[in-house]
């Protein structure tokens, strides 16, 4: 099992600071399948 915990990421460019993801959990099975795109669509293969 991979397990991330309280994962964010910041882009910084020549304008504000644009959050993409803030204290972000997650755990991956082993032999799982993500895929994780748009503002909030996560789809998952059950363990």
């Known amino acids: ?3 991330l915990q309280n994962i964010s990421k910041y882009y910084y ?3 504000p600071v ?3 993801l803030r ?3 997650l755990e991956f ?3 799982s399948l ?3 795109q ?3 669509a996560v789809e ?3 363990c």
Do not use: F, Y
């Open 23 to 25: 204290k972000v959990h």
């Open 38 to 40: 748009g503002r909030v």
């Open 1 to 3: 099992m991979i397990v």
């Open 18 to 20: 644009t959050l993409a």
């Open 29 to 31: 099975c082993k032999a």
């Open 34 to 36: 993500w895929q994780l």
């Open 44 to 46: 998952s293969l059950r």
């Open 13 to 15: 460019t020549d304008t």
